[in-house]
């Protein structure tokens, strides 16, 4: 069984900096585009930034010059840190893999989410 355990969220004043990280567990012989997602309140899930194995990178539009997303492949870890963090920031901030290989197949795995309050 794969899981993705988020870390890192909390309460931040506007302007300020919080690290997200992620580290998948399980008998995992290869992960290929991590990335996180979030949830705002009365909002569909969006997509936040994303990266791929080889480490090539993307941003929303939304996050660009203020986020950088980056991964340990040998921990199976990805982390999002947020500077210069918004108010509208303020969402639930979920992990993927996209494609997750084991001994059983490759499949998609989620996060629980992590709480990111921004406060103006």
């Known amino acids: 069984q794969v899981q993705l355990v988020e870390s890192g969220g909390g309460l931040v004043q506007a302007g300020g900096s919080l690290r997200l990280s992620c580290a998948a567990s399980?008998?995992?012989?290869?992960?290929?585009?991590m990335g996180w997602y979030r949830q705002a309140p009365g909002k569909q899930r969006e997509f936040v930034a994303t990266?791929?194995?080889?480490?090539?990178?993307n941003y929303a539009d939304s996050v660009k010059g203020r986020f950088t997303i980056s991964r340990d492949n040998a921990k199976n870890t990805v982390y999002l840190q947020m500077n210069s963090l918004k108010p509208e920031d303020t969402a639930v901030y979920y992990c993927?893999?996209?494609?997750?290989?084991?001994?059983?197949?490759?499949?998609?795995?989620w996060g629980q989410g992590t709480l990111v309050t921004v406060s103006s």
């Open positions: 990266i791929t194995r080889g480490g090539s990178t």
């Open positions: 399980g008998s995992i012989f290869g992960i290929n585009t």
């Open positions: 993927n893999a996209d494609r997750v290989i084991t001994s059983r197949g490759s499949l998609e795995v």
